[in-house]
T-cell receptor, first 118, second 112 residues
Framework: EAGVTQFPSHSVIEKGQTVTLRCDPISGHDNLYWYRRVMGKEIKFLLHFVKESKQDESGMPNNRFLAERTGGTYSTLKVQPAELEDSGVYFC????????????????FGEGSRLTVL | DAKTTQPTSMDCAEGRAANLPCNHSTISGNEYVYWYRQIHSQGPQYIIHGLKNNETNEMASLIITEDRKSSTLILPHATLRDTAVYYCIVRVYSNSGYALNFGKGTSLLVTP
């Protein structure tokens, strides 16, 4: 079974440009999360989808960040326009809905998308 | 969510048990203790979780004190590949708002 996949693995852009990160969760996982780690800081929660609905977007830093999950499958995170402080690693995670068989509440993380803004 | 306190760093010799402590004195009755780790620049990886009973799986054991105010993650036979940052996270077991607070974690170095 494929894990959480993220694309691109690394993106280098200039300040003011736009970048779109993509996350494909594990098949059948209704919960999808975005986290990020900026240089030297802790891993921080950004938002949580349940299927195509935003359950919690309290961690989104500002309106330059837009997350979508059309159809409840893959998700995209767009940063427009990118700023220097957006540099970091963006992690996506997915999990099974509670109540389904063998669900530990575990989040499965992807390898992350490294964003460098110059 | 309850706040957790972990040592900044620890060392362990390869083949020995690694015991990683975590304090969560403000934990409430419906909060679980979760452990994740991040190996170098990979994505975080789930290790184990528990409510009040001790738990064991193929990766580790989790010992939770009777008052639930602290816990210890045990890697029984640490290997070099266990070098990572280990995060103790206290969280309600729920579908709503599963925003894990990773904190700073404990950087574990396993030495040959």
């Amino acid at each position: 079974e494929a894990g959480v996949t993220q694309f691109p693995s690394h993106s280098v852009i200039e300040k003011g440009q736009t970048v779109t990160l993509r996350c494909d969760p594990i098949s059948g996982h209704d919960n999808l999360y975005w986290y990020r780690r900026v240089m030297g800081k802790e891993i921080k929660f950004l938002l949580h989808f349940v299927k195509e609905s935003k359950q919690d977007e309290s961690g989104m830093p500002n309106n330059r960040f837009l997350a979508e999950r059309t159809g409840g499958t893959y998700s995209t995170l767009k940063v427009q326009p990118a700023e220097l402080e957006d540099s970091g690693v963006y992690f996506c995670a997915s999990s099974q809905v509670l109540g389904k068989v063998a669900n530990t509440g575990e989040l499965f993380f992807g390898e992350g998308s490294r964003l460098t803004v110059l | 969510d309850a706040k957790t306190t972990q040592p900044t760093s620890m060392d362990c010799a390869e083949g020995r048990a690694a015991n990683l402590p975590c304090n969560h004195s403000t934990i409430s009755g419906n909060e679980y203790v979760y452990w994740y780790r991040q190996i170098h620049s990979q994505g975080p990886q789930y290790i184990i979780h528990g409510l009040k009973n001790n738990e064991t799986n193929e990766m580790a054991s989790l010992i939770i004190t009777e008052d639930r105010k602290s816990s210890t993650l045990i890697l029984p036979h640490a290997t070099l590949r266990d070098t990572a940052v280990y995060y103790c996270i206290v969280r309600v077991y729920s579908n709503s708002g599963y925003a894990l607070n990773f904190g700073k974690g404990t950087s574990l170095l396993v030495t040959p």
